[in-house]
């Protein structure tokens, strides 16, 4: 689950992170609020304004700008909310803000120079550890840092069993080029960061750029958080924090029925119980010549309540041209499920496209019966070839 960048920095703040000090506002005049409620106890009276949006790189789509007064806030806090901004990350149609962190400018000048640093912790599936990636070259697309110059990016992996050690810490200061009170602080600064990743059961915490100011703090300037979903029920507050309106919205419907979903842009939608089968049943839509409008697992009990409320979300895709329906009957039993499909059929009444139905198992002679027999316009299929060409020739039926 992704959250936004004022509620990471709280979750940073809450783990001895220091963090680029914000308050969020939804209207220009909280955010003119907002900027009079900020104690600058930075050396500058300026304030930046940060659109609030599930994606990166609002830097480049203008999503954030400074404000040199009280009059500026209001203008640039005008523009910002309710834009639709566009970045690297957002695709095409962009994102509506309607939310902004109105923050302490903290690149404020002085005697030494100010510092940009990339630092993230992430899980490397592969080696199964927690790995701390960095590099000297913060602030910009680390993307691009990769592809060009790779020798500036380090890894440090992390035991999960002891857990970020002193020495580890230390190294990775001393790697970014710090020294003297810098040095203490990014030491601090690290060993936080590592600390809350690892309580909240995130998957990432990336924050790009950690600034080293000009009197040597060093500030989490973004905070870009995910957080494991299989974990949320340990951590109700986080929970709490999940921004819908940022998500699609059939997935959102279909994570409250309970359903694992994705959404994608084919034209075949199918129904499938199993992660593996679902792959599967994608590929072999392929196949068939159609390509799959969604990835769908209705789980283990494919009942007439979740068949109904798969239906309903793949049609709200008007892409979809017909519905495969694939569930092999080992503990559920096939006739069962085709009973539910049947019942949840004539709960949402006229069906606009063909639906192939293949169940394979336990009674799945009697389920083709019943379904042959239900007088609706639903195929019905026992092996996967057969399957797959009902598929090609209800799409060619269309062409
Ligand atoms: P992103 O573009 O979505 O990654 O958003 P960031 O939070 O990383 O901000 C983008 C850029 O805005 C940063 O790399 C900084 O260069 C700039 N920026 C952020 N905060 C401040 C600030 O307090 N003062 C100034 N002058 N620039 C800032
Ligand atoms: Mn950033």
Partial sequence: MNIHEYQGKQILKSFGV?????????????????A??????YNSDWVVIKAQIHAGGRGKGGGVKLAKNLEEVKQRATDILGMQLITPQTGPEGKLVSKILVAQDVYYPGASETKEYYISVLLDRAKGRNIIMYSTEGGMDIEEVAEHTPHLIFKEEIDPKV????????????????????????????TALYKAYDTTDSSMFEINPVLKTSDDKVIAVDAKVDIDEN?????????????TMEEDPMEV???????????????????????????????????????????????????????????????????????LINIFGGIVRCDRVAQGVIDAYKE??????????????????EAKKLIDESGLKVYSAIALKEAADLVSKVLAEQA
Avoid: W
Avoid at 22 to 34: K, L, R, S, Y
Avoid at 231 to 243: N, Q, S
Avoid at 282 to 304: E, Q, R, S, Y
């Fill in 163 to 190: 857990g970020l050690q002193g020495f580890q810490a230390r190294k990775i200061a001393f790697k970014l080029g710090l020294t003297g009170g810098a040095h203490k602080e990014m030491v601090k600064f690290v």
């Fill in 36 to 41: 009079k409620q900020l104690k600058i106890d």
């Fill in 18 to 34: 220091n963090v680029q000090e914000g308050i969020v506002a939804d209207t220009p005049e909280q955010a003119v609020e907002a």
């Fill in 348 to 365: 949402i009444g006229d069906i606009p496209v063909p639906i192939i139905c293949r169940l394979q198992g336990t009674n799945a002679e």
């Fill in 253 to 323: 419907e279909a994570s409250a029925s309970n359903l694992n979903f994705v959404n994608l842009d084919g034209n075949v939608g199918c129904m499938v119980n199993g992660a593996g089968l679902a792959m599967a049943t994608m590929d072999i839509i392929k196949l068939a010549g159609g390509d799959p409008a969604n990835f769908l697992d209705v789980g283990g009990t494919a009942n007439a309540q979740t068949v109904k409320a798969a239906f309903n979300i793949i049609l709200k895709d008007k892409n979809v041209k017909a519905i």
């Fill in 231 to 243: 974990a949320l029920y340990r951590h109700p507050d986080y929970a709490a924090m999940r921004d």
